[in-house]
């Protein structure tokens, strides 16, 4: 059974993607196929990866050619969306630890959630699939709430969940979650396996780092 010294939360609220779950694979397969469909050249692996942490939509801006401004884009960004919902599983998966450091928290009568930029239905399915009852409230983008670094999506979760800003966590992979977690007030633990290097996520400001999953619990 890991420590539990270093990390005393009563709630943990988890990004999605590159924090929980290994997902650019999925997500790169799908914004080629797009693009691809639409006459539009593919990208790498790495352009994807670092257009992702703002949403799909933002994902989509940025691979394609003038970005909104481009007369396909809608159609590019409704081709993403339908191949993405069909093909989310396809290869991504928890990284290594995960469902353990879950479990663990959960034993340990912690208040779990995910506040994703991801597109509800999606942050829902994948959620359900993977992690169960593991997680208690999945929050995704929706029109009708503020998508992070907004702290509106952690606060809907705190809400659900009946739970104390005072003792919650955020973590996440990436700087939009560092932000998040300063807009909602709470400490940000970040994580190295996910987006981002541990460079990039020092120069925006985060401090607190773990380098496996059953570190946080």
């Not at 799909?56 to 884009?73: Q, S, T, V, W, Y």
């Not at 339908?82 to 009568?109: A, C, F, S």
């Not at 992690?131 to 983008?141: K, N, R, T, W």
Request: hydrophobic share 40%; with cysteine; glycine share 6%.
């Amino acid at each position: 059974m890991p420590p539990h010294a270093q990390f005393n939360f009563d709630t943990y609220i988890f990004d999605l993607d590159g924090t929980l779950l290994s997902t650019l694979g999925d997500l790169a397969a799908s914004c080629n196929y797009a693009l691809k469909t639409n006459g539009f050249p593919e990208r790498t692996v790495d352009e994807v990866r670092r257009f992702v942490g703002n949403g799909i939509k933002k994902l989509m801006e940025r691979a394609i050619p003038d970005g909104l401004e481009n007369e396909k884009f809608e159609q590019v960004f409704a081709d993403f969306r339908k191949h993405y919902m069909m093909h989310n599983l396809d290869t991504t998966q928890p990284y290594p630890g995960v469902m353990e450091m879950l479990q663990e928290l959960k034993d340990r009568g912690k208040n779990i959630a995910v506040v994703s930029n991801k597109f509800y239905a999606a942050t829902q399915a994948l959620c359900r699939h993977f992690f169960g009852d593991l997680v208690d409230v999945a929050i995704g983008e929706r029109e009708d709430i503020q998508k992070k670094p907004a702290p509106d999506t952690v606060n809907e979760a705190l809400r659900q969940m009946n739970a104390d800003r005072e003792s919650a966590v955020y973590i996440g992979d990436s700087d939009v979650d560092v932000m998040t977690a300063k807009n909602s007030g709470m400490p940000c633990i970040s994580v190295l396996w996910g987006f981002r290097d541990l460079e990039f996520l020092i120069a925006h400001d985060a401090r607190i780092f773990v380098t496996s999953p059953l570190q946080i619990c």
